[in-house]
């Protein structure tokens, strides 16, 4: 089992940056990521980090403005967002998983979300 909590979100405008943070607790060797979704569509992959970091993915849509890390001595995953576009607003969600995946049907445990809103 694994618990996580989302924080950093918020209101920031276009061209902006924000780092959203998940601590996680409990047993926390899982391979992390980072899934959004936004009103009325479906979760959408955004980016993912295995358990070493030596393997991340990120979505097209994202690749070259956001950053996945991690600090396993802090068991915390962040999401680092540069030139922040108002198609990024969305609730976005930490998750675990066993498996380094992109489909987010593919990811065990959640957390609550965190909403990100970039105004234009």
């Known amino acids: 089992q694994v618990q996580l909590v989302e924080s950093g979100g918020g209101l920031v405008q276009a061209g902006g940056s924000l780092r959203l943070s998940c601590a996680a607790s409990?047993?926390?060797?899982?391979?992390m990521g980072w899934i959004r979704q936004a009103p009325g569509l479906e979760r959408e992959f955004v980016a993912t980090i295995s358990w070493n970091s030596g393997v991340t993915y990120y979505a097209d849509s994202v690749k070259g403005r956001f950053i996945i890390s991690r600090d396993n001595a802090k068991n915390t995953v962040y999401l680092q967002m540069n030139n922040m576009k108002p198609e990024d607003t969305a609730v976005y969600y930490c998750?675990?998983?066993?498996?380094?995946?992109?489909?987010?049907?593919?990811?065990?445990?959640w957390g609550q979300g965190t909403q990100v809103t970039v105004s234009s």
């Open positions: 998750a675990a998983a066993r498996v380094v995946t992109i489909i987010p049907a593919g990811y065990d445990y």
């Open positions: 409990g047993r926390t060797s899982y391979n």
